[in-house]
């Protein structure tokens, strides 16, 4: 089961953290940074597996980026590990090359593909995990069209 998803940038900076377990609001920012300070530390050469407490953390650089998911045992390295480079394919696609402003202005927009993949059973089909946040976000561009020619 995921526990938590973390993108941070390469000064250590939490840029988006989304938990699927209770973590006590005071944990967080400790947590984060024992593990931000742990994948950071790394190099490309070593794995990208950290056994870390009680989960194992994978993680995964992408430019200036670096995504970390908290997993516990009975999750596969491998598929997590894919899991993260799908959800970078499927931020990119919707915000056309996606950039660490991109995902700080629209973090509720994230949060929504981001529980489209995880709550759904780690759905990884691009067009199903869009499909509720165009919905939601076209028809709230039409209503307001619809709303500005009824003034």
């Given at each position: 089961m995921?526990?938590?998803?973390?993108?941070?940038?390469?000064?250590?900076?939490?840029?988006?953290?989304?938990?699927?377990?209770?973590?006590?609001i005071n944990k967080h920012t400790l947590l984060e940074t024992e593990v931000v300070?742990?994948?950071?530390?790394?190099?490309?050469?070593?794995?990208?597996?950290?056994?870390?407490?009680d989960f194992k953390l994978i993680h995964r650089q992408y430019a200036a980026l670096f995504i970390v998911v908290g997993v516990d045992d009975t999750e596969t390295e491998m598929a997590i590990y894919e899991f993260i480079h799908?959800?970078?394919?499927?931020?990119?696609?919707?915000f056309s090359r996606v950039s660490e402003l991109d995902k700080m202005f629209n973090l509720d927009k994230v949060h929504i593909i981001l529980d489209e993949m995880v709550c759904r059973?780690?759905?990884t089909n691009r067009e199903r995990i869009l499909a509720p946040l165009l919905i939601l976000y076209n028809d709230s561009s039409s209503s307001h069209s619809l709303f500005a020619r009824m003034i």
């Open positions: 995921i526990k938590f998803f973390l993108m941070v940038n390469k000064q250590g900076q939490t840029r988006l953290s989304k938990y699927y377990e209770h973590v006590d300070k742990r994948c950071l530390s790394r190099s490309n050469e070593q794995c990208s597996f950290i056994e870390y407490k799908n959800s970078v394919e499927v931020l990119d696609e919707y059973i780690v759905e």
